[in-house]
C-alpha cells in the first residue's frame, strides 16, 4: 500500500500564491507517476497536473497552464503543486494521487491522499 498525505492548503487572496506537497509512504516504487487533481463542491474531480518518476515529462491542465507548476523530490518521497496568480475558480480540495502510468486520468491512479483544501477570496 501507498499512503499519501497532502499539506499546504489555505486560504488564500486572489492573485496570490500557494504550495502544496503531498508526503507519500509505504510501497513508493509504485509511485512512478503523482498528479494532483481537484474537486470543487458539485463538481466532478478534475485533473490538474502530473509528472513522472524522473520529473522530465509533465502534464497541466489547460485551465492551470502557465501559473502551476508540479514538481518532485524522489528523495523525500514528496511531490510539489507551485500555484501562482490563484483565482477564485481555483478554489477546490486538492487530492495528490499516484500510481503506475503519468497522464490525466484518473484511472490511472491506484493510490489517493485525503485532500486539502484551497480557499481563493476575490
Known amino acids: 500500500q501507498v499512503q499519501l498525505v497532502e499539506s499546504g492548503g489555505g486560504l488564500v487572496q486572489a492573485g496570490g500564491s500557494l504550495r502544496l506537497s503531498c508526503a507519500a509512504s509505504?510501497?513508493?516504487?509504485?509511485?512512478?507517476?503523482m498528479g494532483w487533481f481537484r474537486q470543487a463542491p458539485e463538481k466532478e474531480r478534475e485533473f490538474v497536473a502530473a509528472?513522472?518518476?524522473?520529473?522530465?515529462?509533465?502534464y497541466y491542465a489547460d485551465s492551470v497552464k502557465g501559473r502551476f507548476t508540479i514538481s518532485r523530490d524522489n528523495a523525500k518521497n514528496t511531490v510539489y503543486l507551485q500555484m501562482n496568480s490563484l483565482k477564485p475558480e481555483d478554489a477546490a480540495v486538492y487530492y495528490c494521487?499516484?500510481?503506475?502510468?503519468?497522464?490525466?486520468?484518473?484511472?490511472?491512479?491506484?493510490?489517493w491522499g485525503q485532500g486539502t483544501q484551497v480557499t481563493v477570496s476575490s
Open positions: 509528472i513522472n518518476w524522473g520529473g522530465g515529462i509533465t
Open positions: 509505504g510501497r513508493t516504487f509504485c509511485t512512478a507517476a
Open positions: 494521487a499516484a500510481g503506475a502510468v503519468t497522464g490525466t486520468r484518473r484511472e490511472y491512479y491506484n493510490y
